[in-house]
C-alpha cells in the first residue's frame, strides 16, 4: 500500500499571500489530521477530519482551515501569510474505525517558507 | 501551557547502550500514549504504545515504563545502535473517538559507535 503522500514538498510564500496543501491518506483511511512542526513549538495539532467532518480543531486562528473530500483526500488552507507560519506541516492519515486508538501514519510533510 | 514535558532535549549514548527519555503529563484524561520517531526528511513514525492500565510495554528493543501514580512515563532503547539515532517524541491523546495528539518537544538521539 502506498504511503500517505503530501504535496507540495517545499513551498516559498510571502507574508499576506495565502497557500493551499494537499495530503493522500492512505488508500482506505477515512481519518486525516493535521499538525504542524516548528523547532520552538514541536508538534502541535490543527484539525482532524473524518468523513469530510472537522471532528476536532486545535488552538490556531481562523486563517488555518481544512477540509475533506469525499474520497477522503485534504487540504489545508492558510490565508494572509505570517512569518511564524513557516513551518513543516504534516498530514497523518487512520482508519478511523475505532476513533482515536489506532496508529496515525504520517506523511513526509510540506515544508512551507514564508519571506 | 505544555501539556507534556519531555526529558532530556538531547541525549549521546554509546552503540550497545541503553537509551532512555521521559514524559510527564498534566492531564488526567489522557488514556493512549504513542512514542514516535522522526528522521530527517521524513514523517514520525510510530514506535510504541502503552495505554494506563498496563505498567509496561516491550516491543524487541524497545520499552515503555508507565507510572500513572506519578502521571510519567519513559521509553528505553536497549542495546542502542547508530540506526536508532533520530529524534523521539512522546505523545498522549485524551478520549476514544480522537486523534488528536498533544507531543513532547522531542529528544534527538545520537548513537556513536
Known amino acids: 500500500k502506498a504511503g500517505v503522500t503530501q504535496t507540495p514538498r517545499y513551498l516559498i510564500k510571502t507574508r499576506g499571500q495565502q497557500v493551499t496543501l494537499s495530503c493522500s491518506p492512505i488508500s482506505g483511511h477515512r481519518s486525516v489530521s493535521w499538525y504542524q512542526q516548528t523547532p520552538g513549538q514541536g508538534l502541535q495539532f490543527l484539525f482532524e477530519y473524518f468523513s469530510e467532518t472537522q471532528r476536532n480543531k486545535g488552538n490556531f486562528p481562523g486563517r488555518f482551515s481544512g477540509r475533506q473530500f469525499s474520497n477522503s483526500r485534504s487540504e489545508m488552507n492558510v490565508s494572509t501569510l505570517e512569518l511564524g507560519d513557516s513551518a513543516l506541516y504534516l498530514c497523518a492519515s487512520s482508519p478511523g474505525a475505532s476513533g482515536g486508538k489506532e496508529t496515525q501514519y504520517f506523511g513526509p510533510g510540506t515544508r512551507l517558507l514564508v519571506l | 501551557q505544555q501539556q507534556v514535558k519531555q526529558s532530556p532535549q538531547s541525549l549521546i549514548v554509546q552503540k550497545g547502550g541503553i537509551s532512555i527519555i521521559n514524559c510527564a503529563y498534566e492531564?488526567?484524561?489522557?488514556?493512549?500514549f504513542p512514542w514516535y520517531q522522526q528522521f530527517p526528511g521524513k514523517g514520525p513514525a510510530l514506535l510504541i504504545a502503552?495505554?494506563?492500565?498496563?505498567s509496561e510495554k516491550k516491543e524487541g528493543r524497545f520499552t515503555i515504563s508507565f507510572n500513572k501514580s506519578a502521571k510519567q512515563f519513559s521509553l528505553h532503547i536497549m542495546d542502542s545502535q547508530p540506526g536508532d539515532s533520530a529524534t523521539y517524541f512522546c505523545?498522549?491523546?485524551?478520549?476514544?473517538?480522537?486523534?488528536?495528539?498533544?507531543f513532547g518537544k522531542g529528544t534527538k538521539l545520537s548513537v556513536i559507535p
Open positions: 502503552i495505554r494506563p492500565d498496563v
Open positions: 505523545a498522549a491523546s485524551k478520549r476514544a473517538g480522537s486523534y488528536q495528539l498533544t
Open positions: 492531564n488526567t484524561a489522557f488514556d493512549y
